[in-house]
């Protein structure tokens, strides 16, 4: 019998008795190849991939991006530089009609406020966003937490 590095090939509550049986159900895992070499042994393999995934996973303790908020700063002064004369605002039924389409299976809000709880606003509530829509329009002010996104 080979001695090579192998996975078992699990076929159910057996599996264990025909090992001790002698059955040699076992099936080779390619060398794996990282930019130091390659790795040949299990224990290689998964430090490199460990080492990978953390590098890669890293938690974002800052969720703006500059690059992402400088596109928005660039896209809004070219669309506030037009030669729009008034700019066209919305009225509390759009935002009615947009809550309307929110899908409340989505994750909440980074305020943890969900969909579902914005489906449920009463119609005051409702025309009030439209007036603050409506005044960031007029006025041209984006609010900087608006052009953040996780």
């Not at 699990?10 to 190849?33: H, K, W």
């Not at 809004?76 to 729009?84: G, H, I, Q, T």
């Not at 759009?94 to 709880?117: F, Q, T, W």
């Amino acid at each position: 019998m080979e001695n090579y590095t192998g996975i078992h090939r699990s076929r159910g509550p057996s599996a264990v008795e025909d090992d001790q049986a002698g059955d040699e159900s076992f099936y080779s895992i390619s060398p794996l190849v990282i930019p130091g070499g390659i790795d040949v042994s299990d224990s290689e393999k998964a430090e490199d991939l460990a080492d990978n995934l953390e590098t890669q996973l890293q938690p974002v303790n800052d969720p703006s991006v500059p690059g992402f908020i400088e596109m928005v700063d660039v896209a809004l002064r070219s669309y506030f530089l037009s030669s729009a004369s008034k700019p066209q605002l919305t009225t509390p039924n759009e935002v009615h009609e947009a809550i309307r389409d929110l899908r409340v299976s989505k994750a909440p809000v980074p305020n943890g406020l969900p969909n579902r709880a914005i489906k449920y606003l009463p119609k005051r509530a409702v025309s009030l966003l439209a007036h603050i829509f409506n005044a960031v329009l007029r006025t041209h002010h984006l609010p900087p937490t608006w052009k953040h996104a996780e």
